[in-house]
């Protein structure tokens, strides 16, 4: 029996969540500190203990709860629902950008360069106070 026709395959649950999250087993395996091969082999498996599920939930940030209930269906319905909502609410299909990225680009350069300014100011006093601290001895 494959694991697509098995409804309480936590595994491949874990899985799917896993790829819904755009995280590669790698990455999943390291916020776990366990191995690439590990991951790859509780993927394949059909249960999993409750304490190694509840690290699992964490790293994925998501319930245990919502991995023993995930449904491909259930899933596909929620983003079909929302992108219905969204395309039906006042925002319709409007997806003009509302500011000029490079005015928030710029506004962002202005705001860095004064931040380092300040900084060096800062620096520039420590060195001034230093520097009579050492003339006094």
Known sequence: MSTLTKPNHI????????????????????????????ISAIENS?????????????????????IKNFSEEAAINY??????????SHFGNNNNCTFNPLDKLVES????????????KAEQDKIEYLEKLLNQK
Do not use: C, P, W
Request: without cysteine.
């Open 11 to 38: 595994g491949r649950k874990i899985s799917r969540i896993r790829e819904l999250r755009d995280m590669k087993q790698e990455a999943l395996a390291y916020a776990m500190g366990i191995s690439q091969q590990t």
């Open 46 to 66: 059909e249960t999993v203990d409750e304490e190694r599920l509840t690290e699992i939930a964490k790293a994925l940030g998501v319930t245990v709860e919502a």
């Open 79 to 88: 983003f079909n629902s929302f992108h219905e909502a969204v395309n039906n």
């Open 109 to 120: 350069f202005e705001e860095n360069k004064k931040l380092y300014e300040r900084l060096l």
